[in-house]
């Protein structure tokens, strides 16, 4: 094994992997799980598929169907629906918006309710918001997720 290569454990077996290997790409190496992956655990602890490995790690996948799961795409819904309430509503201040037991919420601060009408904008909007992501008309792909200080995160996503 070179300096470049890691060993990791997957699938209750070993392997090795080159250095800037991805939980995702690590994972997509395991062929029928017959699992829809949305994040991994990586040594007990939940990280995204962009997570790149370190020698000796444990990964195990976590299935959307699962609690952890739920949680992960309730959570990245949330930050969806923020997002296209801001471009459809720019004088809307957002409010919090975590995920629940059997979906997610977010509280606007706006000059009048949604209307019916508002809400099939804003769920269009996240459609399309989505297939952005995804790089395809009709799909979906892991959305990247970005970490930063307040301040400059605070400009961001303002």
Known sequence: MSSQQLRITLAGSEHVVEAGTTAGAALDEQPGSGLNVIAARVNGELRDLAYQLADGDLIEPVDIASEDGRYILR????????????????????????????????????????????????????????????????????????????????????
Request: avoid cysteine; charge should be positive.
């Open 75 to 158: 959570h990245s819904a949330a930050h969806v629906m923020a997002q296209a309430v801001q471009e459809l509503y720019p004088q809307a201040k957002l409010g919090i918006g975590p995920p629940v037991e059997n979906g997610f919420y977010y509280d606007f601060d706006v000059d009048r309710p949604f209307t019916p009408e508002d809400l099939k904008a804003i769920e269009a909007r996240m459609r399309q918001i989505v297939r952005q992501a995804s790089g395809s008309p009709g799909g979906w792909s892991p959305m990247s997720r970005r970490v930063g200080s307040l301040p400059p995160s605070r400009t961001s996503w303002s």
